[in-house]
Structure formats: C-alpha cells, structure tokens
C-alpha cells in the first residue's frame, strides 16, 4: 500500500446504548503512514469509536471501511487477522503467562501445523514451536525487552506490561495499530518515553497508529493531526497548535474540570 | 554496548547442559514406559491374585482419562462443563453394543427388539479398540451437538446450563429408548475385556495428547482465553473453534472412559454414570489442581483408592453416605487446597530431581539447600 492513501475510512459511525448515544456520526479517514491522536474528555466516547472498528461493538449505523473493504460487524478475531491491532486502555494481558508466551499467542492465528501435527511427534510441530519462539524472541529484542521475556506478565512493573501489550498486538503483523490511553497511569517522564517509542516502532514496523489519550499534552509532542470529540461528537481537528487555541476544545476540557469538582 | 552481544556465552552454555538433560529426561522416560510394560504384563497375567488392586488400577486409570479431558477444558480453558457423565454414558453404550455377543443380544432385548445394525453384528475382542475409539467418537458427535451452540454465546455459564440439561436429557433418553438401550432394565453380561493393558494403555496415549496439546500453540490459545479471553479474540484467536477444540478433546477422553468402564463392570444401566460421577471428576481435577495433566492422573487414581476403600461406610453405615463424605473433601479442597497437588504445572524429571536435591540439602544440613532447581526460578 502507498503512503497517502486511505486505509481506514469510518462513515458517519454510530453507537447507542439505549437512549446513550455514545458516538454520533463520526467520520474519519486515515491515510497509510499515518500518527493520528483522537483525544476528549472522560466518557467522550473514544474506547467506543476503538470497539466498533475492531468488531467488539457493532454500529448502529455507519460503516468501517479497511483498505478498501466493509469490514463493519466482522466478528474481532477477523479483523485482527486482516491486519488491525490494538491495545486496552486497562491493560489486558494474559497474566499468568510470560512476556514471551504473550507474544507467541498472537502467531496462533498463522500457525501451519494442524492439530494432529501438533499433537503426534512427527509431523515437524517442534520446528515450527523452535520458529515462533525466536521470532517472538526476535519482536521482544526490537522493542527492548528480551531480558523479561520469561518473566510472569502480570509480575512486571506497569510501564513494561503496556510495552509487552504493544509488543503482543505487533506480532499479529498489523497494518493499522490502534492505542487506546497507552500513556494512562504513567508519570510525565514515563509517558514522554512511551511517545518516542511509539513513533520508533511506527518506522520499524511501518505502521499507521491511530491513537487516544485523554490528557491533551501527551499527543501535542507526536501527532501531526489531533481529532476532538465530546460527548460523542467531533468538535475539532487540526494541528496541535490549532487544537490547542480551538475555543470549543478548551471549552470541553475546562467543562470536564467543572464536572469533576 | 548492546545487549545482544552479552546474551550468547551464557545462553550457549545453558543450552549445552539443557541437550543434555532433554536426553537424559527422555532416557529415564523410556525407564519407566519399560517399567509400566512390565508391570502391565503380569498384572494382567496374575489379576485373580490381587482381583482388588487390580480393580483399583483399572478403576484409577479411568477416571484418569475422563479427568484428564476434563481439566483441559474446565482448567486449561477455563470452561465450566458439567457433561462429562453424560458423555460417559453415551461412550458405555456405544461400546455395549459393539461387543455384545450376539447371543446375549436376542437375549436381553425382550420387551423391544434390538434395531440394527446392532442386532446383527458384533465385534470380537481383537475389535475392542475400535468399540473404544467409537465411543470416544460418538461422544464427540454429541459433544458438537451440545457445544456449538453453547460455546456460541458470550457468557461462560451457557456452557454449564447446557452440559447439565444435556446429562439429564441424555438420561430420559437411555431410559426411553429401549430398542437402542434396553431401558430402565440395562444389559448384563457384557464381555469383560477390560484390564490393565487396555485402560492403561489408553490413559498413557491420551495423557501424551494432552500434554502436547498444552505445549503447543493450541495450549497457549486455550489458556489465553481462560485468562482473557477478549484480548485473545483481539489477536485473532477464534475463541470459538479453540473451546470447541477442547470441549470435543474432554467429550473424546469420557467417552472413551464410559466404553473401558462399561467393559470393566460388564454392565451398562441409565445411572451407571449419573451427576455424581461429574461431581467426583470435578473433585479429582480440583485436587490434582485444575490445568494440570499430571494432577489430573495422581487425582484419579488416588480417587478410585479412597472411593474403595471408604466401601464399607455404605454397607456398614447409611447406602450413599460415601457421597456426602466426597462432597465434604471436596468443600474442603477447595477452601484450603484451591492449587491442588500440582497447581497447573505438570509433573517433570527436573521438578522432582530439584525437588530430591532439596530434601538431601535439608537432610545433609544447611549447605546444600540451594540445589540447581531454585537457581532456575525467576520472578
Ligand atoms: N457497553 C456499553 N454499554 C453501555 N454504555 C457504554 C458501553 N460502552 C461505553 N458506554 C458509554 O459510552 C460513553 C462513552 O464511553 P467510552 O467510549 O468508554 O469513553 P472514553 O473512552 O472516551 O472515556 C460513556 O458514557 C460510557 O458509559
Ligand atoms: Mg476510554
């Protein structure tokens, strides 16, 4: 796919909760290559706009266009498949399972062997295991962590299981990496760091990364092009320096901090 | 410097001393397949001798197969089934009916004619292993029948409503049914072909599928999804086709156990395999720790012992009273024991060589108390 060109086209997306409309109309293209930041207060509906392209909610109305093709109502395990990934705002890792397990879950899907391959000793499974291991050993060195890979996940300090979640969503080989809050509970020196890393692995990888965050600061640094949506309606989009003097942004978050006092 | 040029020496070095220890784990692995050989031969060959522990070994390593099915979908997948009874069930009739003895066929079925093709063919005692694995298969049918739509659903107690309901229905079924089952009556007088080399057999294959089944990718699948399954799903694993996998493996192991059961006791009846029977899989899985292959065995057998030998609390006291002294063990178990005997490890040379090693530091004073196994734990 060329740079510049739409791989991710959202037509006026919907989602009503009973009488909640969470996200209204909300449109959107992302060209190949892109860093994109869609930002807004709590509740604004930004996990929600996330559920519907990766087929976890299924839109009211509106469609969810991928590299050319329909992809609204596919069932998730497909639409990661085709090369979408994305990361949870509450980190969601398999706990109990290693760094390096982690990753290896996510070759399931590419897996050669059959289940009888796997299951009798002769059929070249443990080539096949010997081959997914080092490459995900290979994955978990490009972005800094193979010293942890045998590590417990969830026994690793917040910072490293948000980067092993980022790795395991890599290793599904996606085209389109979506983050949901990635910086969330992390202090301003960790969140920076995580923002560089963020635009080191969009090189490697050759991704587009649309990305959410809630606190404003974070995206200004890396995204070229910020959205801002409210109460499920998109208020503003630009540049950083745009977003930043945009009256009706300020507006919504000087609104959230009125709402939380 | 890079990090990538201080890795090699060390992991080169471990993975010497790692080749060599896999042989030697294989080695001591042969050992003891020979051992079990043996041990299989003459205890079939002197079984009138020692009719009761041979019983209990028979016994043990049934309810070892159905247990090992059973925890790789309750522990491994995290899938809450009630359904192994009736798979069982389904299994011990199937294998009635291939090895009944024609004779024995026009003989029972009094009230209702047998239907065919059961009535007029039979296999002989070289075609018992395929009466087993057509047991362990039609219990996989019904398994399909049961699990598509039950797995279908988002929530996991689907899965326990609809196992349950299908154990009950199954039971009206074998009731009702008499050209096929005999009904309320049962069939007696099935060929005894069960001992030592076909139970254990079968409990050795099945435990080695599944041991390889949990350290394959499809193992790791299935235990993301006992951990989460939505962030599973987010990275392209069919949730559905993976819990179907495991629902079919663990339907497979209870068939085939209600078939080597059947042909243990040499009778098939409605209750042969009731609730009860899933309570006690339930027990055997939970003590030996939910997940894990190895637990699951110990459990089974330790199961079979203590369910013979606690005999006699119904004939001396109250007939069923032992069931009410397996429900305490089991509330028990799970208050205080909930890892079970092997968590969800799985029994290992190393574990037990680190383990011996422990116990010699501990004997030999304080020296040696840091044997090789804890220098290899992490985190
Ligand atoms: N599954 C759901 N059922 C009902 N309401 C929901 C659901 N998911 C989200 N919402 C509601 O939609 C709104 C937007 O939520 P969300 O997208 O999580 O916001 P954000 O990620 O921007 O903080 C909130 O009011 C939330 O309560
Ligand atoms: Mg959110």
């Avoid at chain 1, 290559?33 to 509106?62: C, Q």
């Avoid at chain 2, 026009?106 to 395929?130: D, K, M, Q």
Wanted: with cysteine; charged share 15%.
């Amino acid at each position: 796919m060329e740079r510049d060109q739409v791989i991710l086209k959202l037509e006026n997306l919907t989602m009503q909760f009973g009488g909640l409309v969470a996200v209204k109309d909300f449109l959107m293209d992302i060209r190949a290559g892109e860093l994109v930041g869609l930002i807004g207060p709590n509740g604004a509906g930004k996990t929600t706009i996330f559920n519907m392209i990766t087929g976890h909610y299924k839109p009211t109305a509106g469609r969810v266009i991928f590299d050319g093709r329909d992809i609204t109502g596919l069932p998730p395990h497909q639409i990661a498949r085709l090369g979408i990934a994305r990361t949870f705002q509450n980190i969601r890792l398999c706990k109990e399972m290693t760094a390096l397990e982690n990753v290896l879950i996510s070759f399931h899907p590419r897996l050669r062997s059959s289940l009888f391959g796997a299951l009798l000793p002769v059929f070249g499974y443990g080539r096949e295991e010997r081959e997914m291991r080092e490459k995900a050993l290979g994955l978990l060195e490009a972005v800094g962590l193979a010293k942890w890979a045998d590590f417990r996940a969830g026994g690793l300090p917040y910072g490293l299981q948000r980067r092993v979640e980022i790795a395991r969503a890599l290793a599904t080989t996606p085209r389109v990496l979506l983050l949901d809050e990635p910086a969330a509970g992390m202090n301003p020196q960790e969140a920076r760091d995580l923002m560089g890393f963020t635009l080191t692995i969009r090189e490697t990888f050759g991704l587009t990364i649309f990305l959410i965050e809630h606190v404003m600061q974070v995206v200004m640094g890396i995204c070229p092009r910020i959205r801002v949506i409210d109460f499920g309606i998109s208020i503003a989009e630009g540049t950083p320096e745009e977003i930043r003097s945009n009256s009706k942004v300020i507006e919504a978050y000087l609104g959230e901090e009125a709402r939380r006092v | 410097m890079f990090p990538i040029f201080t890795l090699p020496r060390s992991e080169a070095d471990t993975r010497m001393s790692g080749n060599l220890r896999v042989w030697c784990n294989r080695g001591l692995t042969a050992l003891v397949l020979a051992g079990l050989a043996t041990f299989i031969f003459f205890g079939d060959r002197h079984k009138d001798e020692f009719s009761l522990i041979w019983r209990i070994l028979n016994l043990g390593a049934i309810y070892a197969i159905a247990a090992v099915g059973y925890t790789v979908i309750n522990g491994m997948t995290g899938q809450f089934s009630l359904g192994p009874h009736g798979f069982m069930l389904i299994g011990g009739y199937l294998a009635t009916l291939l090895i009944l003895p024609l004779a024995k066929k026009r003989f029972v079925w009094i009230l209702e004619p047998l239907i065919e093709p059961f009535a007029s063919f039979t296999l002989p005692y070289s075609g018992f292993i395929l009466a087993l694995l057509g047991s362990g298969v039609v219990a996989v049918l019904a398994g399909l029948i049961v699990g598509i739509p039950a797995l279908r659903g988002l929530r996991g107690d689907y899965l326990a409503i609809a196992t349950f309901g299908f154990g009950e229905i199954l039971f009206m079924l074998v009731v009702n049914l008499p050209s096929l089952t005999n009904g309320a009556m049962g069939v007696t007088g099935v060929p005894t072909y069960t001992n030592l080399a076909w139970s254990w057999g079968f409990l050795i294959a099945l435990a080695y599928a599944a041991m390889r089944l949990k350290n394959s990718s499809y193992g790791r699948a299935l235990r993301a999804i006992r951990e989460d399954e939505l962030a599973a799903e987010s990275m392209g694993i069919n949730v559905f086709r993976l819990k179907l996998l495991a629902f079919l493996f663990s339907a497979f192991c209870a068939g085939v156990s209600g078939g080597l059961m059947v042909a243990l006791i040499g009778i098939a009846y409605p209750g042969l395999f009731s609730f009860f029977t899933t309570f006690y899989l339930l027990l055997i899985v939970v003590l030996g720790g939910l997940g894990s292959i190895s637990g699951a065995i110990v459990g089974g057998f330790i199961f079979a012992a203590v369910f013979e030998a606690l005999r006699f609390i119904d004939t001396a006291v109250v007939p069923g009273m032992r069931m009410v002294v397996f429900a305490i063990i089991l509330i028990l178990v799970m208050l205080f024991f909930r890892r079970g005997l092997f968590g969800q490890g799985e029994f290992s040379w190393d574990g037990l060589i680190a383990a011996v090693q422990r116990g010699l530091g501990r004997l030999s004073g304080a020296g040696g108390g840091h044997g090789a196994g804890s220098s290899h734990l992490k985190a």
